[in-house]
Antibody, heavy 120, light 111 residues
Framework: QVQLQGSGPGLVKPSETLSLTCTVS????????WSWIRQPPGKGLEWIGY???????SYNPSLKSRVTISIDTSKKQFSLKLSSLTAADTALYYC??????????????WGQGTVVTVSS | QSALTQPPSASGSPGQSVTISCTGT?????????VSWYQQHPGKAPQLIIY???KRPSGVPDRFSGSKSGNTASLTVSGLQAEDEADYYC???????????FGGGTKLTVL
């Protein structure tokens, strides 16, 4: 059974860049879409973007100018970089698996979530 | 790209059925059979309960069912149980920009 483990700093300063990594344990990354999703405190889910195992990406248009998602299949990891942070980026950040072969928005496996607070 | 529209709240008594709607456009919900539903209990990660409009992952009770008509998808929870009290989110693939949309979420209360 595939498991996802997110990691990264919990506190980031305004205007800086957030870097998070998600590690895939057991199973293969091949054929799947790997997404980042966030949830501000007390609010709903927001899809940030995905990367296919081949490296193809798609981002939320509202975040596209600030987001980069990368993948390292040899390490079984994918990563999120979100730049120019503001307090509005404070949220619980999840990594999740979608697919296979088609981005359906059917996230059947989720990481535990990483709390990120943007504050000076 | 706008979020899918869900009612903020829904409620029902134990044993009753409740339906939650999720409205999009012909570019997302109406254009593809890639609508999913998630259940989220407080402090927990969302759990996939319906995918591809009406399919249930292994282990999800058949009390949960999904459907779609035009640009609106629906989740029906039959035989409500206390443990069904949670937040429910819909999602859809949006082909215009190859992205994923979420609904704003519906808080289901079991009276």
């Amino acid at each position: 059974q595939v498991q996802l483990q997110g990691s990264g700093p919990g506190l980031v300063k305004p205007s800086e860049t957030l870097s998070l990594t998600c590690t895939v344990s057991s199973g293969s990354m091949t054929g799947y879409y790997w997404s980042w999703i966030r949830q501000p405190p007390g609010k709903g889910l927001e899809w940030i973007g995905y990367i296919y195992y081949s490296g193809d990406t798609s981002y939320n248009p509202s975040l596209k100018s600030r987001v980069t998602i990368s993948i390292d299949t040899s390490k079984k990891q994918f990563s999120l970089k979100l730049s120019s942070l503001t307090a509005a980026d404070t949220a619980l950040y999840y990594c999740a698996q979608d697919g296979p072969w088609v981005p359906r928005g059917a996230f059947d496996i989720w990481g535990q979530g990483t709390v990120v607070t943007v504050s000076s | 790209q706008s979020a899918l529209t869900q009612p903020p709240s829904a409620s029902g008594s134990p044993g009753q059925s409740v339906t939650i709607s999720c409205t999009g456009t012909s570019s997302d919900v109406g254009g593809y059979d890639y609508v999913s539903w998630y259940q989220q209990h407080p402090g927990k990660a969302p759990q996939l309960i319906i995918y591809e409009v009406s399919k249930r992952p292994s282990g999800v009770p058949d009390r949960f069912s999904g459907s779609k008509s035009g640009n609106t998808a629906s989740l029906t929870v039959s035989g409500l149980q206390a443990e069904d009290e949670a937040d429910y989110y819909c999602s859809s693939y949006a082909g215009s920009d190859n992205s994923i949309l979420f609904g704003g979420g519906t808080k289901l209360t079991v009276l």
